[in-house]
């Protein structure tokens, strides 16, 4: 049986498991409430890393639209500019091979010119060699007619020589200058070696600009033009290549006949067309100017004429590589070209070179 003191015991004890049964109790709900909270607290952080990963604001939505447009512009604008480069190699490679199609036809015609001017030429020299033989002989007459008595038939032998002797002259000048016209178109057509050499420039101007004048005047249209050479008499010896400056200066003089003509054509009487031929010694440098008082170039085609095959003629009148070729000739003398115009009154082209 058990005593009252182990009764008081086992009381005791049951008070005290209880009380720690519900202080470990409220311990336990506290841990626990603390846990959830936490738990809680971990998903929502998690829910919002998630939202801000998927769900962005307005703003930033248009930040990402804006930027996408930008590199669908640059793409666009990278495409166009890539475009446009191929079709202007491909125009390029259209102009060379058009070049060289119009370089072999010249070459052509520079061995045919060579042909034809080589068959001339002999007997050229026949006419002028004779012609000058032929006044000597007239002067060695006059002489023995000096020493006959004179009557009047010796009047009518004088005067009837003299004519001859006037004549003679004639064909021995005309004939020189026919030399002189084949000497050129041999030397064009041979192209010469590219070497320089010490020239007198304006002897040079003077006999190309009658050259291409006398060209003019033999081919279909021709016009009258009052050539103006206002040559600088104290510019001294420059060096160039002959051969192909020579072609600078027929390619000019050409154009501004064609640009003149053309004018004729369409103005009212009264247009006398003109050309300029200018040169003038500047220190170490030398300015050529051919200017013509033709129809002028447009404004808008002036930066285009350099351009290789553009042309203003019409149809097949010009090949579009005069004016580029002699400004490729001129850069290779080291030289400036320049254009100036005013549309309706005048064109006028400088060239500047080194004199020494």
Not at 27 to 52: F, G
Not at 178 to 201: C, F, N, Q, T, Y
Request: glycine content about 6%; overall charge negative.
């Amino acid at each position: 049986m058990k005593t009252k003191k182990t009764d008081q015991l086992e009381s005791i004890s049951a008070v005290v498991q209880k009380a720690l049964f519900k202080d470990l109790m409220i311990s336990d709900l506290e841990m626990a409430e603390e846990l959830r909270l936490q738990i809680d607290i971990r998903k929502l952080r998690e829910s919002w890393q998630v939202t801000n990963l998927h769900v962005t604001s307005p703003s930033e939505s248009l930040k990402k639209g804006n930027r996408s447009s930008r590199n669908n512009a640059d793409l666009q604008l990278e495409l166009t500019k890539t475009s446009t480069a191929l079709a202007d190699c491909r125009e390029m490679m259209l102009a060379a091979q058009e070049q060289l199609i119009e370089q072999e036809k010249l070459s052509s015609l520079g061995q045919l010119t060579a042909g034809i001017a080589h068959e001339i030429k002999n007997p050229l020299n026949f006419i002028t060699n004779f012609s000058e033989l032929s006044v000597e002989y007239i002067n060695e007459i006059h002489q023995l007619l000096n020493k006959i008595q004179k009557d009047e038939r010796h009047e009518e032998i004088s005067d009837l020589l003299n004519d001859i002797r006037r004549n003679l002259n004639l064909i021995h000048n005309h004939g020189t200058r026919a030399h002189s016209i084949v000497k050129s178109m041999l030397l064009h057509s041979r192209g010469g070696s590219g070497a320089m050499e010490p020239v007198d420039l304006n002897a040079l101007i003077k006999e190309y600009v009658n050259l291409a004048f006398h060209g003019m005047r033999a081919n279909n249209d021709p016009i009258n033009v009052t050539i103006d050479l206002q040559l600088d008499k104290e510019l001294k010896e420059v060096m160039l290549n002959p051969e192909s400056f020579s072609r600078v200066i027929l390619n000019l003089c050409k154009n501004a006949f064609d640009a003149m003509r053309e004018k004729v054509q369409t103005s009212e009487k009264g247009y006398l067309p003109k050309l300029r031929v200018k040169t003038l010694a500047e220190q170490d440098k030398v300015l050529i100017e051919f200017e013509d008082n033709g129809p002028g170039i447009p404004e808008e085609i002036r930066d285009k004429l350099l351009m290789p095959f553009f042309t203003t003629k019409k149809g097949v009148e010009g090949t579009g590589l005069g004016l580029s070729i002699s400004h490729d000739i001129i850069k290779t003398h080291g030289g400036i070209f320049k254009i100036e115009s005013v549309e309706g009154e005048y064109a006028r082209f400088k060239i500047i070179l080194n004199i020494a």
